[in-house]
């Protein structure tokens, strides 16, 4: 499965906690982070992440790029939840193109445990099939 990070940068210290707590799971996946979330939890657990851009300078626009092809299966998005906080319209974008392709989505941290539980027993496979570049798909495209 193909997993995308995004923390904000009051979140980044908690998705890396995360990480660190859930690293057993996610190194069974692909994982693709903006860039400074990718470092913060590549340096803290060791995980290989694809890195993408900083989100204010494009990382969020190419995680959602792969979302509007479906290749993204589940995405993790701590979002900073100031009251003064705006949410962007790349950042509404980012979680429409979720919701289109159903891609779940976790914004805390209780949402995110509940769906790296349930990909770890498999509840989120039915992924595979929708995900044009999965590896079920790709086999199954070269017969």
Not at 66 to 83: G, H, K, M, Q, S
Not at 85 to 101: F, G, I, K, T, W
Not at 111 to 136: K, M, Q, V
Request: hydrophobic residues 35%; negative net charge.
């Amino acid at each position: 499965m193909q997993i995308a990070i995004i923390a904000h940068d009051l979140k980044k210290e908690l998705m890396t906690q995360f990480c660190i707590a859930y690293c057993g799971i996610l190194s069974k996946h692909k994982l693709c982070a903006t860039s400074v979330t990718a470092k913060c939890i590549s340096d803290a657990t060791g995980l290989e992440i694809e890195s993408y851009l900083p989100g204010t300078y494009g990382g969020e626009q190419q995680i959602a790029s792969r979302v509007a092809y479906n290749e993204i299966d589940v995405l993790l998005y701590f979002r900073d939840t100031r009251t003064n906080a705006v949410c962007s319209p790349d950042e509404q974008e980012l979680l429409r193109l979720c919701d289109y392709h159903n891609i779940p989505v976790a914004t805390n941290i209780a949402t995110a445990e509940i769906i790296i539980n349930a990909l770890d027993r498999g509840e989120l496979d039915w992924r595979e099939f929708l995900n044009p570049s999965s590896e079920y798909n790709l086999s199954h495209k070269s017969k």
